[in-house]
């Protein structure tokens, strides 16, 4: 369930976009101002709002430690503010001086990325706050953007439809047709993807689009095929133009934001809609999950920006832990995966403290009572305890080995004993799919309709999930 908590109703004009911090929300409108608010209470931060910007802003984006902000107009800039007072740090001008779309931050904060309505695209260095590379995409305006999670590559989306993939060096690496009528927004989930059938390497990407639909792709990465882009299936659920869509942060649910007044949650696995939420007046323009917390924002030409809590029960909340079958070592956490972790137990309150002080998953473990007390200055004995608790509940799970992901049924989510392979081309536990297909013929995984119900015994898969099985039990 998605339960509507709170409405910022600030800004004077349309809202353009939004974007979450692990401890903020950034919104930023066509009155040419960006307002950022604190998630513990959605009350305005004292410095906001942020101005300077001589027309629309319509961007905005926090790089991953938080500490910087950036915004792009169509005055012809990008700017960067620091989150900690608001000061203004760079002002950033587009070659040509075009109207600057979109921006985003590299995953390692290295680079800017900015787009422009003449079709530029521009890496900025951050650290030296310096044009680093430049290219142009083939034809009309660019309109979205995204990061592969490693930073390697990027995505870029246009007004005449295009998908563009990128390397960091500003190399066109692939270029797809993706919507008729153009793309007006793209995301790539954080969680790569590894196919162990062919052996590849692949990230999940959605774009949508002027047509009214919802892709999803896959982009894969294979020595001697190189980079290309490969379509998934197609979300139908709006009746209009899609103005936005963002993945959670696990990857398992998408949300979009339609002309047709809607917000829609998807489940990324099935393409099932989970909730449709009909709240805004207006064009829905932007929408984002926070990535530590059960939020949601989105935001509209009604001139509000509504926040909804996500019910924890249903799966893939927008949290990364290790009960959603992280392959991630916990001695391997980052300081973010540490944040996901604090907020799965309840402890979100302690996310700024921890990040302060730098704490990835070998801290974690290696943190005791006197170094809660001590170190992290945690004075409540009962705050330590439940810390401390969680902990060692934590170190419990290091000996379980998750179950690989493609041996787990797309329908069931459980380790697969039958697996069958469908017409989709996908593989299934027997009894899941054929209770699917007795009141369906569509596909779980594409909603594709279905060629045949015949169902194939996956041998090999079958033969690969005892071998786990076996060494799981040495």
């Not at 998750?402 to 469908?422: N, Y």
Request: proline share 4%; net charge negative; charged share 20%.
């Amino acid at each position: 369930m998605a339960t509507l908590i709170h409405t910022l109703s600030d800004h004077s004009d349309d809202v353009n976009y939004c974007a979450f911090s692990s401890s903020c929300l950034a919104t930023c409108s066509l009155d040419k101002t960006i307002r950022v608010y604190s998630l513990s209470n959605f009350a305005e931060l004292p410095y906001s709002p942020l101005e300077g910007h001589t027309y629309a802003v319509h961007c905005c984006c926090f790089s991953p430690s938080g500490l910087v902000l950036a915004s792009c107009s169509t005055d012809g800039t990008s700017a960067l503010w620091d989150t900690r007072d608001g000061r203004r740090l760079a002002v950033l001008q587009q070659p040509g001086a075009s109207p600057v779309r979109v921006c985003r931050f590299s995953p390692q904060a290295t680079y800017l990325l900015a787009g422009a309505a003449d079709g530029s695209v521009v890496l900025w260095n951050v650290q030296s706050m310096k044009l680093y590379r430049s290219g142009k995409v083939k034809g009309g305006s660019l309109m979205a953007c995204a990061f592969s999670p490693n930073g390697n590559i990027f995505v870029t989306g246009s007004s005449s439809g295009d998908l563009t993939i990128w390397d960091d060096k500003m190399r066109c690496l692939y270029n797809e047709k993706a919507h008729d009528l153009g793309v007006t927004c793209c995301d790539i989930s954080s969680h790569p993807v590894s196919d162990s059938e062919n052996g590849f390497k692949y990230f999940q990407m959605a774009s949508c689009g002027q047509d009214n639909h919802i892709k999803l792709w896959l982009i894969l990465f294979a020595d001697f095929l190189g980079v290309q882009l490969k379509y998934k299936c197609t979300l139908n659920g709006h009746s209009a133009p899609v103005l936005a869509c963002a993945f959670s942060c696990d990857g398992q649910m998408i949300v979009s934001g339609s002309v047709d007044k809607c917000v829609i949650i998807y489940e990324t696995s099935t393409g099932n809609t989970l909730h449709t939420l009909s709240q805004h007046t207006r064009y829905v323009t932007t929408c984002a999950f926070a990535p530590h917390s059960p939020l949601l924002a989105t935001g509209s030409m009604d001139k509000t920006v509504h926040i909804w809590q996500l019910d924890l029960k249903q799966p893939c909340a927008g949290q990364c832990t290790v009960e959603n079958e992280s392959k991630v070592a916990i001695e391997d956490w980052s300081e973010d995966d540490v944040s996901a972790w604090l907020c799965a137990q309840d402890l979100a309150d302690f996310v700024g403290l921890f990040k302060m002080n730098n704490i990835d998953g070998k801290e974690l473990l290696n943190l005791t009572k006197e170094s809660l007390a001590n170190e992290l200055k945690i004075e409540s004995l009962g705050l330590r305890s439940k810390v401390l608790q969680k902990i060692e509940e934590l170190r419990m799970t290091m000996t379980s080995v998750s179950v690989p992901d493609e041996f787990l049924c797309p329908i069931t989510r459980e380790l697969m004993k039958d697996p069958v392979i469908a017409t989709d081309g996908y593989s299934y536990e027997r009894e899941a799919m054929e209770n699917w297909i007795s009141n369906r013929r569509s596909s779980p995984m594409t909603n594709l309709p279905l060629h045949s119900l015949m169902l194939t015994p996956n041998r090999t898969l079958k033969m690969a999930i005892s071998r786990w099985l076996e060494t799981q039990q040495k």
